[in-house]
T-cell receptor, first 114, second 114 residues
Framework: DSGVTQTPKHLITATGQRVTLRCSPR?????VYWYQQSLDQGLQFLIQ???????AKGNILERFSAQQFPDLHSELNLSSLELGDSALYFC?????????????FGPGTRLLVL | AQSVTQPDIHITVSEGASLELRCNYS??????LFWYVQSPGQGLQLLLK??????LVQGIKGFEAEFKRSQSSFNLRKPSVHWSDAAEYFC????????????FGAGTILRVKS
């Protein structure tokens, strides 16, 4: 158990809908990362937050957005969902934002868009 | 373009046999290098990491990896594989040319036969 929690574990929804994925980092970790894992794209970095501020952006679609709240939990919002958004979404956390920091991964949220 | 290559999609080894998983990266300088393992239905767990210094790095679960600058490689090894090692293994790098974000290889699925 990494100490990172993600809810829900599974999500089934329809095209065009909007969903919110939630992540609670390990106690004391200030940085949160979101990743998408799909069969065709592999594991891709989406976005990083540090202490409430956006720190780095990866291949995140404009239909997706994220935020980190004062209590350091983070939410990833996916809107206008398409079939291709079906994937496993991971959250990770680290104490600080630097590249040498070990990222601790949550168990993921599996999203299925029908 | 900067990339991380894991040339073997699947590898099957017998229990008790030795294991080597290959990882090559494309990068101008020495990046920070990581190996993660993902068991079915689980998040990613860090096995080991290399930033500098001794090029042979010891990790958890009896794994080690060797950084070879001349070959741009960071191969993961284990002298004797256990059935519980069956999982997917990801090599990842962080470096300025990757935008200081974690970039993953495509993964290698390890099957262990008894």
């Amino acid at each position: 158990d990494s100490g990172v929690t993600q809810t829900p574990k599974h999500l089934i929804t329809a095209t065009g809908q909007r969903v919110t994925l939630r992540c609670s980092p390990r106690s004391g970790d200030l940085s949160v990362y979101w990743y998408q894992q799909s069969l065709d794209q592999g594991l891709q970095f989406l976005i990083q937050y540090y202490n409430g501020e956006e720190r780095a952006k990866g291949n995140i679609l404009e239909r997706f957005s994220a935020q980190q709240f004062p209590d350091l939990h983070s939410e990833l919002n996916l809107s206008s969902l398409e079939l291709g958004d079906s994937a496993l979404y991971f959250c990770a956390s680290s104490p600080r934002p630097g590249g040498t920091e070990t990222q601790y991964f949550g168990p993921g949220t599996r999203l299925l868009v029908l | 373009a900067q990339s991380v290559t894991q040339p073997d999609i699947h590898i099957t080894v017998s229990e008790g046999a030795s294991l080597e998983l290959r990882c090559n990266y494309s990068y101008g300088a020495t990046p920070y290098l990581f190996w993660y393992v993902q068991s079915p239905g689980q998040g990613l767990q860090l096995l080991l990491k290399y930033f500098s210094g001794d090029t042979l790095v010891q990790g958890i679960k009896g794994f080690e990896a060797e950084f070879k600058r001349s070959q741009s490689s960071f191969n993961l090894r284990k002298p004797s594989v256990h059935w519980s090692d069956a999982a997917e293994y990801f090599c990842a790098v962080v470096g300025a040319e990757y935008g200081n974000k974690l970039v993953f290889g495509a993964g290698t699925i390890l099957r262990v036969k008894s």
